[in-house]
């Protein structure tokens, strides 16, 4: 059976230089980065590299990347910490973040009593930054700021530079979840005045189970895992080497290849956007993933005209053919209440429609657009359903 993998927003493949990374230092540097004789100093030395390398593609100092066990536990420290040590008491954020965000959101809400306000969406999805500016312009409470640049579903950009100055114009902290653009936008983290971002090594073709979260210096933030010093009094556990230079390497990697691979995808989102138009004449772009300028080029959430009763199997019908994508975010498959992004955008018509996302990588080709709109004209034009 032919396998094709279109769900990269999900997790990416291994990239050989991370994997050949990764084994070298599982196989010869298996020190302690916490001991202090030469095995240690060895990890250790490793692990400061790796930071340094991270640290230049964002252009922050090497002492504002702190690693983590990935996105989500970033995005819990940032936010968690800033109500608890900062005396942050209201936070604003959106309906369609991630729920690493929204379900720590609704966490402090309750054991904290934090003022909760969620910005208004346009047409699309894309956040109403003159709504933006009125909460702000409003407050009177200590407020923070949470907006993610890329959405993980449809694909939506945020304007990261300019909430980032208005959020300081207001005197009020910045965090983003900067998940599924770091390792394929660039990011001047010097021009851009945020305060927190987090980070998944496995959005970029790292490994899984690692990340990191972007602190600004002297935030005044707090761990909230306790034990050793590591990581600078920030995340006690002893950091996995291995990983994280596996995400250095990456990272590396992703930015010195960034501006072909993006104009490969980039030519091949068009090219699938082209085929399914052609095929499905009806066929609705979700969000602002139509829309190259609005838009992160490595995903497509599409809805699909077919009748309810089809759109049951047709994620079935897929998995069958080999093709890998996902019914909203990989974390919500499975999940009785649907996407909470669509449901929040999306009309109830279109609600009812079947709508999938195709992401994508460079080791994807055009054949393999083909085969999946030619497996989507067939399901279409059968009675499965």
Known sequence: MKKVYFDSAATTRLRDEVTDRITEVLKTEYGNPSSTHSYGRSSKSILENSRKEIAKHLNVSASEIIFTSGGTEADNLALTSAVRDLGVNRIISSRIEHHAVLH??????????????????????????????????????KTLVSLMHVNNEVGNVLDLKRVALLCKFHKALFHSDTVQSVGHFELDFKEIPIDFAAVSAHKFHGPKGTGFAFIRKNSGLRSLIHGGEQER????????????????????????????????????????????AASFPEVKFNGSCGDDDNSTY????????????????????????????????????????????????????????????????????????????????????????
């Open 104 to 141: 720590t959101l609704q966490w402090l809400q309750k054991e904290y009593n934090i003022k909760l306000d969620f910005v208004n969406l346009k047409e699309c999805g894309q956040i109403d930054i003159g709504h933006l500016d009125h909460l702000l312009a409003t407050s009177s409470e």
């Open 233 to 276: 009094g920030m995340r006690a556990g002893t950091e996995s080497v291995y990983a994280i230079a596996g995400m250095a390497e990456a990272l590396n990697v992703s930015y010195k290849n960034l501006e072909k691979e993006r104009k490969y995808i980039t030519d091949l989102k068009g090219y699938f956007k082209t085929q399914l």
């Open 298 to 385: 490595t995903l497509l959430n599409i809805c699909l005209p077919i009748s309810s009763d089809k759109a049951m199997l047709l994620l079935f019908q897929l998995d069958l053919k080999g093709i890998a994508c996902s019914k909203g975010s990989a974390c919500q498959s499975g999940s009785v209440g649907g996407s909470h992004v669509l449901n929040e955008i999306l009309s109830d018509e279109d609600l009812s429609k079947p709508s999938i996302r195709f992401s994508f990588s460079s080791f994807n080709t055009k054949e393999e657009v083909d085969y999946v709109v030619d497996v989507l004209k067939e399901f279409v034009g059968t009675g499965i359903g």
